[in-house]
Structure formats: C-alpha cells, structure tokens
C-alpha cells in the first residue's frame, strides 16, 4: 500500500524563524515521484518541487529546501527565515507504478508577524 | 495564458439531481485529474486519465464518472448526488513525458448537496 504521512496538523511560528515541514511516505516502488504543493489562503494549489527516487540530492531554492531521504522514506521541507506570505497549507504527495496520487492530509503553517 | 479552468466554481444543488463539472486545460497535457479536498483528509484523487479515451481510477471513484472525449476536457459527473459528496474539488492536468510531472490546478469547485 502506498501513503503518505503529515504528522504535523498545524505548526506556528513567528516571522524570521525556520520550520521545518515533515513528510514521511510508504511505497513498495522503486520508482517513485514526490512533491510538494502549497495552498495558500486564496486556495489555489501551486506546484513547489517534484524529485524522483533516484535524485536523492538534496535542493534549495531561495529560502526553501528540501531534504530526501530515502533511508528513513523521508522528503522534508525547511523553510528558512519564515515570512507572513508563507503561511499556507503545504502537501507532500507520492505518485509510485501508476499515474496514482497519494497526498498527505497536509500542514497549516501559519507565520505570525 | 496557460491554465486550467472549472466551472462552476461554486454549486448547490440537491440530493439525486444529476450535475457536471467541467474542466478544461489549453496546453495541450495529456495528463488530467479530479480531486476533492475535505478538512483532516487532504486532497483524494477520484480519477485520472492518461490521455483521450483512458481513464483510470483514484482513491475515492465511488458515486463519479468522468470521460475524455477531447485531449483538452475532463468532465466530472455526479449522477445521483448526496450530501457525502459536498465538498471542494480541483482539476489538474500535466506533461506526462518523463514521469509524473507538476501538475497544474484549476481554482476549484465548492459543492453543497443538501
């Protein structure tokens, strides 16, 4: 079975600080495709970062990175220096054999100014 | 400009009275999908096609039917709606060369069935 786990329902912080989003996924696939979307209050989905299970390099982009680990069936999600517009609802999702996606249920950031 | 357009974006309707949501995708992917989005469930996919005349289902197909007559459109029917389908659902399409790629989401429909 395949699935994927956002444990953190809701996570706080006030601007300026890290946060670190956890996505923890299950496949038996040795072939598989993660992502991340954002949904920001306005509620559209907005595509951050796609990463296959054979690039296990780790990337950033500006003030966000992310970091795959297969060892542990992990692609966390650190945004460094948090500002306001970054609160949103951030999904992790797994596409593994089919052109099936699995999204985690998802986590609030909010960033408090 | 590039986009995934659904409509309508907001509906009430009735238990048993049959509805269609359209989507509609300009560029040119042969990848598209329905999602609904609950509080405490995240998105779920209800179906999904490869291409024109290929579809497959999600995890919650159950009470849907979709087609794919035209590359460009991906309607969700609803043929006898009840109020568990009252929910917020998003198409998408993308590429589909080279794997699963970003997929491209329309605004949303907010279904109410009472």
């Known amino acids: 079975a395949q699935k994927v786990t956002q444990a953190q329902t809701e996570i706080s912080v006030v601007e300026k600080e890290d946060v670190t989003l956890d996505c923890v996924y299950e496949?038996?696939?040795?072939?598989?495709?993660l992502f991340w979307y954002k949904q920001p209050p306005s509620g559209e989905l907005v595509f951050l970062i796609r990463r296959n299970s054979f690039d296990e390099q780790n990337e950033i982009s500006g003030r966000y990175s992310w970091n795959f680990q297969k060892s542990t069936s992990s692609f966390n999600f650190t945004i460094t220096a948090s500002q306001v517009v970054d609160s949103a609802v951030y999904f992790c999702a797994l596409n593994a054999g089919t052109y099936k996606y699995i999204f985690g249920t998802g986590t609030r950031l909010k960033v408090l100014a | 400009e590039a986009q995934v357009t659904q409509n309508p974006r907001y509906l009430i309707t009735v238990t048993g009275k049959k509805l269609t949501v359209t989507c509609s995708q300009n560029m040119n992917h042969e990848y598209m999908s329905w999602y609904r989005q609950d509080p405490g469930l995240g998105l779920r996919q209800i179906y999904y096609s490869m291409n024109v005349e290929v579809t497959d289902k999600g995890d919650v197909p159950e009470g849907y039917k979709v087609s794919r007559k035209e590359k460009r459109n991906f309607p969700l029917i609803l043929e006898s709606p009840s109020p568990n389908q009252t929910s917020l659902y998003f198409c998408a399409s993308s590429l589909s060369v080279s794997g699963p790629n970003e997929q491209y989401f329309g605004p949303g429909t907010r279904l109410t069935v009472t």
């Open positions: 496949t038996r696939d040795t072939t598989y495709y």
